[in-house]
RNA sequence: GUGGCUAUAGCUCAGCAGGUUAGAGCGCUGGAUUGUGGUUCCAGAGGUCGCCGGUUCAAAUCCGGUUAGCCACCCCA
């Protein structure tokens, strides 16, 4: 077999033992929060049918999916034409029946649909596994990454949004990670267009509103008439965010014409009355925050890292329909998604990390010949017994090249068992940090460690 | 899908008005120190300069192509 040259696929990325134990760190703080609030874990296939998956995410979803090629003579069964005229598209059903998962939700909705008998609804639950989006990588954004889902179905109560934003800030604060909760309902925006006479051009609204703070209002009118939507009715729209601002009682007037506008404002109104102080404070009510995502018909939310240079590192919202396209009809749901990746790489550029995230190594026993080998094996099989992280260096090297591997791995303590330690029933334990060094019984070591680690 | 930047030792990078033998720091191996790492000193190994082609007496250096990575746009976690 020839030589290849190994590299990993575009976006995607190894994970080293420092990395992953932050990453379960980050996990293990989100599991602890999520049940906290009595929701319960669910894991779903990497790949689903194509036709669960295609429709769901928009055109731009589509062209992001992975999908994955029939096995074994695909071609013969191939659509003829579109092989003939090479047309990808056309082509692309007849040979990919399967795709890697664009996101947790929709594979959820399916898993609602098909275990209806097995759970009984509301359903709370949460998810935590990787995603795939076929997309140009870059700060931020990679082919593979982790997403860690709560959602609620199976009721409309407000009370879960009040609870979802609950969960944003007791994660975030048990990561130390400041970040900014922001709120918007889509039957507001709904609201907003209705009343400028935009209803038709919904869509090419948010998407343009969407990037105020980006943009200014200047392109993002532009933008909007490139999309169809008169000026005059973008500047009306400007005109009216302009007066309100974020102030719900002076968009009441302003979308006084529009029922569902106004049931927008109520349900953001209860939920904040359903939060205290300290809550609200932490979660701003943001009219021109616009999710695209199809789905969405009630609340939307979205966290912001403060002072941090990364898109958001999670959203979500309130879906009135989710399991509709799976034959479940009337099946509310409202979710939020934390982006494990994003929050890494945040974490990291702030140096948010606690010590106690690293798992490694607590104490290495050093190999010094086979005597000493088989002390150290049977002592190391004690401390482990005990409850300590241990490991004897599996050969006799040279003494500094074993103390190199304990302070290459960040080992903090060392056992050194030679011939006058055996002898006199004893062992050497060295404290890495301090250097400093002393002879013990077994049983008097690990009362220290008991001491001296966390 | 569109645009910009980059590619030299295991890693981070310098070298590039073309010119003999391609360098540094870190890391690695050995030694100073045959029971002591992290500090210090000495020595050593390690490179078809991403790949293909062109210009030239001569290319890591200039030109074209190609591949890969990064960044931005679109969109998103």
Same mark, same amino acid.
């Given at each position: 077999m020839g030589k290849v040259n190994a590299s990993i696929p575009k976006g995607t990325r190894d994970f080293g033992p420092q990395e992953v134990y932050k990453r379960q760190y980050i996990i293990r703080t989100l599991r602890e929060v999520f049940e906290r609030f009595g929701f319960q874990p669910i894991e779903t296939p990497a790949m689903e049918q194509l036709s669960t998956l295609?429709?769901?995410?928009g055109d731009e979803g589509d062209k992001l999916l992975f999908r994955i090629l029939n096995s074994g003579d695909f071609l013969r069964k191939a659509d003829a034409q579109a092989l003939a005229e090479k047309d990808s598209q056309a082509l692309s059903p007849s040979i990919s029946e399967k795709g890697l998962r664009y996101d947790l939700t929709i594979p959820f909705a399916r898993y609602v649909v098909m275990n209806q008998h097995a759970i009984t609804l509301p359903f709370r639950r949460y998810q935590i596994q990787p995603v795939w989006r076929a997309d140009r990588p870059q700060k931020g954004r990679y082919r593979e990454f982790y997403q860690c889902d709560v959602d609620i179905v199976g009721t409309g109560s407000l009370l879960c949004e009040a609870e979802l934003i609950q969960i944003y800030q007791q994660a975030f604060s048990a990561l130390q990670l400041p970040v900014n909760i922001l709120i918007n309902n889509r039957k507001i925006l709904e609201g907003l267009a209705e009343v400028i006479g935009a209803k038709d051009q919904f869509n090419a609204l948010v998407v343009a509103l969407d990037k105020l703070d980006k943009i200014g209002w200047e392109k993002v009118i532009e933008e909007m008439e490139r999309n169809g939507i008169d000026r005059s009715k973008a500047e009306q729209l400007q005109q009216i965010i302009e007066n309100s601002g974020n102030d719900l009682s002076a968009l009441r007037e302003a979308l006084a014409g529009s029922a569902a506008g106004l049931k927008g404002i109520d349900e953001i109104e209860t939920i904040f009355s359903y939060l205290n102080d300290d809550e609200k404070a932490g979660a701003s009510f943001t009219?021109?925050?616009?999710?695209?995502?199809?789905?969405?018909t009630g609340t939307i939310f979205e966290v912001k890292a403060k002072d $941090?240079?990364?898109?958001?590192?999670g959203g979500g919202g309130r879906y009135d329909d989710l399991t509709g396209v799976f034959g479940l009809k009337e099946v509310s749901g409202v979710g939020v998604s934390f982006g494990l990746d994003r929050i890494y790489d945040v974490l990291e550029e702030k140096g948010l990390?606690?010590?106690?995230a690293a798992q490694g190594t607590q104490v290495l026993f050093v190999n010094f010949d086979s005597e000493g080998e088989a002390a150290a094996f049977g002592y190391c099989r004690e401390l482990r017994a005990a409850g300590f992280r241990a490991e004897v260096y599996p050969e006799s090297a040279k003494m500094k090249k074993q103390m190199k591997y304990a302070d290459a791995n960040q080992i903090p303590f060392v056992i050194l068992i030679g011939s006058e330690e055996r002898q006199q029933g004893v062992v050497t334990l060295k404290?890495? $940090?301090?250097g400093d060094q002393s002879t013990l019984s077994l049983s008097a070591v690990i009362q220290h460690l008991q001491e001296h680690l966390a």
């Amino acid at each position: 077999m020839g030589k290849v040259n190994a590299s990993i696929p575009k976006g995607t990325r190894d994970f080293g033992p420092q990395e992953v134990y932050k990453r379960q760190y980050i996990i293990r703080t989100l599991r602890e929060v999520f049940e906290r609030f009595g929701f319960q874990p669910i894991e779903t296939p990497a790949m689903e049918q194509l036709s669960t998956l295609t429709g769901k995410y928009g055109d731009e979803g589509d062209k992001l999916l992975f999908r994955i090629l029939n096995s074994g003579d695909f071609l013969r069964k191939a659509d003829a034409q579109a092989l003939a005229e090479k047309d990808s598209q056309a082509l692309s059903p007849s040979i990919s029946e399967k795709g890697l998962r664009y996101d947790l939700t929709i594979p959820f909705a399916r898993y609602v649909v098909m275990n209806q008998h097995a759970i009984t609804l509301p359903f709370r639950r949460y998810q935590i596994q990787p995603v795939w989006r076929a997309d140009r990588p870059q700060k931020g954004r990679y082919r593979e990454f982790y997403q860690c889902d709560v959602d609620i179905v199976g009721t409309g109560s407000l009370l879960c949004e009040a609870e979802l934003i609950q969960i944003y800030q007791q994660a975030f604060s048990a990561l130390q990670l400041p970040v900014n909760i922001l709120i918007n309902n889509r039957k507001i925006l709904e609201g907003l267009a209705e009343v400028i006479g935009a209803k038709d051009q919904f869509n090419a609204l948010v998407v343009a509103l969407d990037k105020l703070d980006k943009i200014g209002w200047e392109k993002v009118i532009e933008e909007m008439e490139r999309n169809g939507i008169d000026r005059s009715k973008a500047e009306q729209l400007q005109q009216i965010i302009e007066n309100s601002g974020n102030d719900l009682s002076a968009l009441r007037e302003a979308l006084a014409g529009s029922a569902a506008g106004l049931k927008g404002i109520d349900e953001i109104e209860t939920i904040f009355s359903y939060l205290n102080d300290d809550e609200k404070a932490g979660a701003s009510f943001t009219l021109t925050l616009a999710r695209g995502l199809d789905y969405y018909t009630g609340t939307i939310f979205e966290v912001k890292a403060k002072d $941090a240079q990364m898109g958001s590192i999670g959203g979500g919202g309130r879906y009135d329909d989710l399991t509709g396209v799976f034959g479940l009809k009337e099946v509310s749901g409202v979710g939020v998604s934390f982006g494990l990746d994003r929050i890494y790489d945040v974490l990291e550029e702030k140096g948010l990390y606690p010590e106690t995230a690293a798992q490694g190594t607590q104490v290495l026993f050093v190999n010094f010949d086979s005597e000493g080998e088989a002390a150290a094996f049977g002592y190391c099989r004690e401390l482990r017994a005990a409850g300590f992280r241990a490991e004897v260096y599996p050969e006799s090297a040279k003494m500094k090249k074993q103390m190199k591997y304990a302070d290459a791995n960040q080992i903090p303590f060392v056992i050194l068992i030679g011939s006058e330690e055996r002898q006199q029933g004893v062992v050497t334990l060295k404290d890495m $940090a301090t250097g400093d060094q002393s002879t013990l019984s077994l049983s008097a070591v690990i009362q220290h460690l008991q001491e001296h680690l966390a």
